[in-house]
């Protein structure tokens, strides 16, 4: 569902604000911990969500006050993202993760084909090679590999922590979008998208700690 919706998305929005709001993963991980894993969440956690709000409003909000089909099709894209995320750390804690990343891809492939069966559009296969080439990283690489590879590393962190590595894919979105595609965004876009990124991290890194642990370090080597 989630790459279903990112996928239809894309059409409609920039690369450059699908990958900001696909981000919004890393917010919806501890929400919906809170809300059916009963975890508490934090006073920077809830402060790092309302950066991630204004964020996207600043990013996907125009002079008109609404938010295109894209933009919220990719919010809905990082809400099953995130649910995503809960349950596969919750599963590989109990079963082979190899063969959940299988099963999962399985039944996309499945999940996929019955959709193009059932749809009202005629489905037609790429006639060029570069199409095919482009299908082919997508399926391999970008699915196959890398959910399955996500599935195996699950097992050894939680949710939260897959969250924040996630944080790091509207950065290298941009950099993609600015290089391939030679997309660039608004001043309020660029405003939007650094505050989006910056709730992110807040919500997920104890900064107070790091810096003490980085005065603490210097200190100690500064006896030495």
């Not at 991630?52 to 993202?81: E, K, M, S, W």
């Not at 005629?122 to 095919?132: F, I, M, Q, R, Y």
Request: proline share 2%; glycine share 8%.
């Amino acid at each position: 569902m989630s790459f279903s919706f990112i996928t239809f998305g894309v059409k409609s929005t920039s690369a450059s604000n699908a990958g900001f709001l696909v981000s919004l993963a890393v917010i919806f991980v501890p929400i919906l911990s809170a809300v059916f894993l009963k975890e508490k969440l934090n006073t920077r956690v809830l402060f790092g969500i309302c950066l991630a709000f204004l964020g996207i409003g600043l990013l996907t909000v125009n002079t008109q006050l609404q938010i295109n089909t894209g933009d919220a099709l990719c919010i809905l894209g990082a809400l099953f993202y995130a649910i995503y995320i809960l349950v596969t750390g919750t599963l590989t804690k109990h079963v082979d993760s190899l063969s959940l990343g299988i099963v999962q891809l399985g039944f996309a492939g499945f999940f996929g084909l019955v959709s193009s069966i059932v749809s009202t559009e005629t489905t037609t296969l790429p006639n060029s090679e570069a199409s095919w080439i482009a299908i082919l990283s997508l399926g391999i690489f970008c699915s196959a590999i890398g959910f399955t590879v996500q599935t195996i590393s699950q097992k050894y962190t939680t949710p939260t922590n897959t969250g924040l590595i996630f944080s790091l894919e509207p950065v290298v979105a941009v950099v993609f979008a600015f290089v391939l595609l030679g997309e660039t965004m608004t001043a309020q876009g660029y405003l939007g998208a650094t505050i989006l990124l910056a709730g992110v991290l807040v919500s997920k890194i104890d900064f107070k700690k790091v810096i003490l642990k980085g005065s603490r370090d210097h200190h100690l080597n500064s006896k030495l």
